[in-house]
C-alpha cells in the first residue's frame, strides 16, 4: 500500500541553523520549535542557551517527562518538579514549556485554536502503534476542547525512505491506512522480510479518525536519518547519540 502525502501537509520552516519550526501551528500563537543538529539537547546547558536564543523566556517553568515509548499524557503541572515516565504533556497555561528530547520520533504539537491549550508528544513507532495521537487528542477534547478546532503539527522524523521494520511490527500498524509501504521505499534494507513505515501517515491516520480536521494537520517531510547536516538520527547514530529538543510554549516573547 502507497500513499503520497499532498503537498498541503508540507511544513518545512527553518531559522538560521539551529532550529525548525512548525509554522502551522504559529499563526494561533504557539511556538513550535525543534533544534537541530547544532547541539546535544542531553547537555542541559545547551539545552537552556537554545530556549532562551529561541525567546522561551528563562522565567517560564519547563515540564519534561522520562521518555518510555509509551502514550501516557501527563499534565505540564505535573512534570515541573519531578519527570513521570510518559511521553506527552499537556496543558492550559501560558506559563509553562512543554519540552521532549527526540532523534528519529516525531515530535507532535497539538494546539487549540479557541484556548491556550496545547500538548506535545514524543512520537515513535512504539508510541504511535499504542495509540498516542489518539490518546493525546481525546486528552484535549476531555478537557473541553472542540476538535474541530484542533491544529496537529508533526515534526522532522524517521521518513518512510529510512523506516524499515519486520513483519512484527508491521503488523501493529496494517489498520491504518497508508502506514506501510513497500521495501521499495527504503534506502537501504537490512532484512530480507520489512517493509517501509510511513510514520506522518499514522499520526494523521489516528488523529483522522478522532475527528481531527485533515486541513488543520500539517507535517514535515524531512527525514532526520537522510539528512544528517541537520539533525540527529538515533539509526545513523545508535545507541546513546545525541538528541534533539522539541519546546511547545503558547507565551510569545514580546517582539
Ligand atoms: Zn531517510
Known amino acids: 500500500m502507497t500513499q503520497t502525502h499532498p503537498q498541503a501537509l508540507a511544513d518545512e520552516v527553518w531559522e538560521g541553523d539551529t532550529a525548525f519550526i512548525m509554522g502551522g501551528v504559529a499563526d494561533i500563537g504557539l511556538r513550535a520549535i525543534m533544534s537541530t543538529a547544532a547541539f546535544d539537547a542531553r547537555d542541559r546547558e545547551a539545552l537552556e542557551r537554545w530556549l532562551q536564543a529561541c525567546k522561551v523566556p528563562a522565567d517560564v517553568p519547563r515540564a519534561s517527562v522520562r521518555q518510555v515509548h509509551g502514550a501516557t499524557i501527563v ?7 519531578s519527570q513521570p515516565e510518559a511521553d506527552g504533556l499537556w496543558t492550559d497555561d501560558v506559563n509553562v514549556a512543554l519540552l521532549v528530547r527526540v532523534a528519529d520520533c516525531a515530535p507532535i504539537w497539538l494546539a487549540d485554536e479557541g484556548s491556550s491549550r496545547c500538548a506535545l508528544l514524543h512520537a515513535g513507532w512504539r508510541g504511535l502503534a499504542s495509540g498516542i495521537v489518539t490518546r493525546a487528542v481525546g486528552t484535549l477534547v476531555e478537557a473541553g476542547t472542540n476538535m474541530r478546532r484542533l491544529r496537529i503539527g508533526i515534526g522532522p522524523h524517521l521518513q518512510p525512505c529510512c523506516c524499515e521494520v519486520g513483519p512484527e511490527v508491521a503488523a501493529a500498524f496494517s ?9 521499495r521505499s527504503l534506502r537501504t534494507r537490512i532484512r530480507q522480510d520489512s517493509v517501509a513505515l510511513d510514520m506522518t501517515a499514522v499520526a ?8 481531527v480536521i485533515e486541513t488543520k494537520i500539517t507535517a514535515a517531510s524531512s527525514c532526520t536519518r537522510c539528512r544528517a547536516d541537520a539533525f540527529h538520527s538515533y ?21
Request: charged share 20%.
Open 235 to 255: 539509526r545513523r547514530n545508535g545507541a546513546g547519540g545525541p538528541l534533539m529538543a522539541a519546546v511547545a510554549v503558547r507565551r510569545m516573547e514580546p517582539a
Open 175 to 183: 489498520v491504518w491506512p497508508g502506514a506501510l509501504r513497500s521495501a
Open 75 to 81: 499534565p505540564a503541572r505535573d512534570a515541573l518538579e
Open 204 to 211: 494523521v491516520a489516528q488523529a483522522r479518525a478522532a475527528g
